[in-house]
């Protein structure tokens, strides 16, 4: 019985089917089928049946998938145990956000590769909450404040916002002085944002009423530059436009409080070591030392 068919047991267990759990492993459907019924054939007995919803576990596979799911996590902490303190090996599945990812923590990544090439990372750019757990992510990036949860979260850095607006905008219906002046303009947002401001020592909350709502933060980039309205958003998405006079920054004697760059991941006590080198390599690229290199206005130091 090899371990790997174990794993892919518990995959499917967890996702519910054969193509989740492909799509989770990053190997085909047939490869998935064919090391579940070569398991079902070492074991003598069935796990899975199929519905009319698509397949479930058997009275059989249920015992069996405890036993499964606390060996393999029981040899990946012999084996991190035994393996030289450089060397990863395994798989490792990552999420970050659509709209810094590609472009702020995909080289971290990348670069963990070349580093551990016995690791096989999968990593998903999306700007929505992934369910860690029921999705089978070893970790995730987010930003920003984070929703009471019983994820265990680090955080790697500050990040900082900007509220900015096109001139032709500004030229158009002027800008907004205080917070509660929000509510009369025009805003690009996402679904039920709240915005906060600094009002000297004390944050102000506003719920702006937007008629251009999108799920990523890019949309609304491209939003502000055509004039449809304000945008509340991390400075390093606007600072080149900013730069060149397509955004201006806003009622800037309220400045956004700081955000944070967070690596959360499932609820257990110790994280594996695989998520805590990802974790370190986050904390020297975005980290507190890392902050004093960078160029004024995109991070600052996080006290």
């Not at 944002?193 to 702006?208: A, C, H, L, N």
């Amino acid at each position: 019985m090899e371990l790997e068919d174990l794993r892919i047991f518990v995959e499917v267990a967890d996702a519910g089917g054969v193509s989740s759990a492909a799509i989770r492993l990053g190997i085909s459907k047939s490869m998935v089928s064919r090391r579940i019924t070569r398991l079902e054939g070492e074991l003598g007995a069935q796990l899975f049946a199929r519905t009319t919803r698509g397949i479930a576990l058997t009275e059989a596979g249920c015992t069996f998938r405890d036993y499964a799911a606390r060996t393999s996590a029981e040899l990946d902490v012999v084996r991190e145990t035994i393996l030289p303190a450089g060397e990863l090996r395994g798989r490792m599945r990552v999420a970050a956000p659509l709209s810094f990812g590609p472009t702020y923590f995909a080289p971290v990544i990348s670069q963990m590769a070349i580093r551990h090439p016995q690791l096989q990372i999968l990593s998903s750019y999306t700007d929505r909450f992934v369910d860690l757990v029921g999705e089978g992510f070893d970790c995730a990036i987010r930003l920003g404040h984070l929703p009471d949860s019983n994820l265990v979260a680090r955080r790697i850095g500050p990040i900082f916002g900007k509220l900015v607006a096109s001139p032709a905008y500004i030229e158009a219906y002027g800008a907004p002085e205080t917070p509660d002046e929000i509510v009369n303009h025009k805003v690009v947002m996402r679904d039920a944002e709240k915005w906060q401001f600094m009002d000297g020592d004390k944050i102000v909350t506003v719920r702006p009423q937007g008629r251009f709502i999108a799920d990523n933060a890019m949309s609304l980039v491209a939003a502000a530059l055509d004039g449809i309205g304000i945008a509340y958003l991390p400075e390093p998405l606007v600072a080149d436009h900013i730069g060149s006079g397509a955004l201006v920054p806003i009622m800037t004697r309220h400045p956004i409080p700081p955000a944070g760059i967070f690596v959360v991941r499932p609820p257990g006590q110790y994280p594996s070591r695989k998520v805590r080198v990802l974790t370190e390599m986050l904390l020297k690229c975005f980290g507190t030392a890392a902050v004093k290199d960078r160029a004024e206005g995109l991070y600052r130091q996080d006290e």
